[in-house]
């Protein structure tokens, strides 16, 4: 390692991960992929078995403790169910480093409510992740909370970086417009997938090959979408030929309700992700 390496090794801030579920080890395997120092991060978690595996898998330190975990840390990344956050707070609470950023990945909870468990003044960033940030590919959308500066926003997009696309967002009422578009958007893909594979079995395809094809479609053309600098309206155009199988597929689908039924579905996942935060407020 360089001097200079090391000395960057050193100064890294010390992140605590708080739950080491498939959001927390996602987050683990973010910051080491990114360079983040093995030294300078700690998780905890209370399921033996699990907490080992963590440990050997990313090299980090592990404990069941979380006011141990957060001794000394100047991040904390809170990744627990949404209905274990408050009992997680008190442990926080205990151990936390005055001026310590923390995150939060749990769905529905607002920034008020940590702010209102911690020591006054907590910076809070609230995240809202999806599940391709397992495979490097995820959309998460980051949002200040009161006390939280843009060197605090800056810091949390540098731990998410190496899950994919991190974006601010300026009011945290827009967190769940987040959650309906990219939060549950992949269960809008894989249905989406099912539905057109089912429609090729239907005109003679092989389920597995239907499933391959679809796939792999939308795959490329996200793909085509992102680097082409085009917009999805440009390249629908491009596809589809005055005449052709393409347009008469897309007026079908148009006359029974596409776009309203896609609406439908993004209008229900607020609805239920404001419903959640205030049920899970108390």
């Not at 009992?87 to 310590?100: F, H, M, N, R, V």
């Not at 992740?129 to 843009?150: M, W």
């Not at 090959?209 to 053309?221: E, I, Y």
């Not at 052709?244 to 309203?260: P, S």
């Amino acid at each position: 390692m360089s001097d200079d390496a090391r000395t960057e090794s050193t100064q890294a801030p010390r992140i605590a991960v708080i739950g080491g579920g498939v959001m927390g080890g996602t987050i683990l395997t973010a910051l080491r992929v990114g360079g983040w120092p093995e030294s300078r991060i700690v998780v905890a978690e209370r399921d033996g078995g699990r907490r080992a595996a963590l440990a050997e898998g990313h090299g980090v330190e592990a404990t069941a403790s979380i006011s141990d975990a957060v001794e000394g840390a100047e991040a904390i990344v809170i990744a627990v169910k949404p209905q274990d956050a408050a009992e997680t707070l008190e442990q926080i609470s205990s151990a936390y480093k005055p001026g310590a950023l923390v995150m939060t990945v749990a769905a529905g909870l607002a920034a008020s409510f940590y702010e209102e468990r911690l020591p006054e003044g907590a910076p809070v960033v609230r995240c809202m992740p999806n599940t391709p940030a397992i495979v490097a590919h995820g959309a998460t959308a980051i949002c200040a909370g009161a006390h939280a500066s843009q060197e605090h926003l800056a810091l949390a997009g540098a731990i998410l970086r190496a899950t994919g696309l991190v974006v601010a967002v300026r009011r945290e009422e827009q967190i769940d417009a987040v959650t309906a578009v990219s939060g549950s958007g992949p269960a809008y893909f894989y249905a989406v997938v099912e539905a057109l594979a089912e429609a090729g079995v239907k005109q003679g395809l092989d389920r597995v090959l239907a499933t391959q094809l679809a796939a792999q479609t939308f795959v490329g053309a996200a793909r085509l979408l992102k680097e082409s600098g085009d917009s999805p309206t440009v390249l629908r155009q491009r596809v589809s030929s005055p005449g052709g199988t393409t347009i008469a597929a897309l007026e079908a689908m148009e006359a029974a309700g596409l776009a309203d039924v896609i609406a439908a579905g993004a209008d229900a996942a607020a609805a239920r992700s404001r419903e959640l935060g205030e049920e899970l407020a108390g």
